[in-house]
């Protein structure tokens, strides 16, 4: 019986809809040579996917003509869907490294299946006993944790916050509350274009004693992280633009 191939996880730049950078100023030269070898590959969008390795083949010569490379989509489940998705669909995405071979997962910006609907397939492959390889990248959490100065022993990534004003207040009261009982740092982002709309929520529910921390467009060319308490953030709040941020705060 042909032993499995390995699911690699293969980390992107987070420059998603900003000027590209250097691939090699971001991603260490052993993943390239990886993702220049693979064959197969599933991805969350597949242009975007090819775009990434035609930027990977200026660095690393790819070792199959990118018309030869096959991606596979993640599916989408129907909007409001609340059962998973039968095992076949992810079999049948796990089906070259199932065969032997290995296959690159790859997510839009960052590490896969950090914040990201790829980790439905890390379960599958473990499942279906796939040997599953993490690969060295960047990740705007753990960059903007490192970079904020807040408790990095505890904390707790808590995704997008609701929308509705009400709903928003009362979530990040609760949040709140649970990083000062815990001292455990919140982590919070959004859609960029949303960004200002959340900075101003934060400065307006938050205690002003609660130190907040905010990270926009790491590892790209202007990128910053700066940590004040929320009483010093409302005397000068920082100009937002529609690029990646990350939020983070400790009560």
């Known amino acids: 019986m042909t032993p499995p191939g390995r699911l690699l996880l293969v980390p992107n730049t987070l420059d998603l809809a900003s000027e590209p950078v250097d691939l090699a100023d971001v991603l260490p030269h052993g993943v390239l040579r990886e993702a220049a070898r693979l064959r197969c590959w599933v991805a969350e969008n597949a242009k975007t996917t090819r775009a990434f390795l035609k930027r990977v083949d200026a660095v690393v010569p790819l070792a199959h003509p990118l018309q030869q ?85 505890s904390f707790a ?34 859609t960029p274009y949303r960004n200002a709309a959340l900075l101003q929520a934060l400065l307006s529910h938050l205690a002003p004693t609660t130190r907040l921390a905010v990270a926009s467009a790491l590892t790209l060319p202007g990128g910053w992280c700066r940590s004040r308490t929320v009483h010093e953030w409302r005397r000068e709040p920082p100009v937002l633009d529609r690029r990646p941020a990350v939020f983070l705060f400790l009560g």
């Open 69 to 153: 490379v096959l991606i596979r989509e993640l599916p989408r489940p129907a909007k409001g869907a609340s059962s998973p998705l039968p095992a076949a669909a992810w079999h049948e995405l796990l089906a070259p490294a199932l065969n032997g071979e290995d296959l690159g997962l790859i997510s839009e910006a960052g590490l896969p299946a950090v914040a990201d609907p790829g980790a439905a397939l890390v379960a599958a492959a473990h499942a279906a006993g796939v040997p599953v390889q993490p690969l060295p990248g960047p990740s705007s959490l753990l960059l903007a944790l490192a970079a904020s100065g807040l408790n990095g022993q």
């Open 157 to 190: 990534f808590v995704g997008y916050l609701p929308q509705d004003a009400a709903a928003l207040a009362a979530r990040l009261r609760e949040l709140e509350s649970r990083s000062r009982r815990e001292q455990q740092t919140q982590i919070a982002i959004e």
